[in-house]
């Protein structure tokens, strides 16, 4: 009761009239304090270990809060430093050269129009490397810009067209249903094989302007995300070690992982959410 009551009124009145020592209530919110914050410090491990070492303190807080824990970003920052817990995003990272430039004559017709609200209506797509053994091989991952959630993946020893049709062959459903597919001037894109599936599927295609990485700057994003949270630090033994690790990674990314940009929601319970609405 003093300890509810004492922003209204001051613990020595309140001790006096319950006749209570004010050492006895100082000792028991002590214990008390100190067994809320092994409590928290603990929460707030956990929450860290199952995000993959990835959530910083904007997140944590989101997960507390949906716990029904009001706790302030600047004290988990405090509790995270306290047990050495530190975000794979603080870690600066080796960033490779770009290819070549696909020079074709393609506009871009997305404009950068990120925003869609109709489910694979739109997709977009860029490769990133990383190291198996001593060799480098290649992610390729199609987004779609509805819900951020990666519907199509693929990885292989070379950067080259096959691993985009890998990724499209990936996809489960209808390909029909995507409109427009969207990547950066990478000349892995520009194939007579690749030409042919989007025409098969009456897909339109899409190209950055040259030199300008903000007309692909979802893609971008969520490739900054999967180095960091997924690729960086990682040496894989061979091709088949790479392919189940993405696919466990795929899987957390779109079912379990929330998004800032989709209200803190995952991917997979967004499209669930609106398609919900729309009934």
Known sequence: ????????????????????????????AKLKDTSEEDELTARIVDIFHRSRKNFGTRKIKHELQTEGRKVSRRRIGRIMKEQGLVSKYTVAHFKPM?????????????????????????????????????????????????????????????????LVQKAFASIEGDLRDIHLFHTDRGN??????????????????????????????????TYKVL????????????????????????HWYNNIRIHGTLGYLTPAAYRRKHLNEMV
């Open 188 to 221: 892995e894109f520009k194939n007579q094989a690749i030409e042919e599936l989007l025409e098969t599927f009456d897909i339109d295609r899409s190209l950055s302007e040259k030199g300008c990485p903000y007309d692909n700057a979802v893609a971008e994003a």
């Open 98 to 162: 770009k290819s070549t430039c696909n020079e074709s004559d393609q506009g871009n017709t997305l404009n950068r129009h990120f925003d869609q609200n109709q489910a694979r209506k739109v997709v977009v797509s860029d490769l990133t490397y990383v190291r198996v053994g001593t060799k480098w091989n290649y992610i390729c991952a199609i987004l779609d810009l509805y819900n951020r959630e990666i519907i199509g993946y693929s990885a292989g020893a070379k950067k080259d067209a096959a």
């Open 1 to 28: 009761m003093i300890r509810n009551n004492r922003h209204n009124y001051s613990v020595s009145a309140m001790c006096a009239v319950l006749q209570l020592p004010k050492s006895t209530y100082y000792y028991e």
């Open 227 to 250: 180095k960091t949270e997924f690729i960086y630090g990682e040496t894989f033994e061979n091709l088949k070690e790479l392919e189940l690790a993405l696919f466990d990674y795929v």
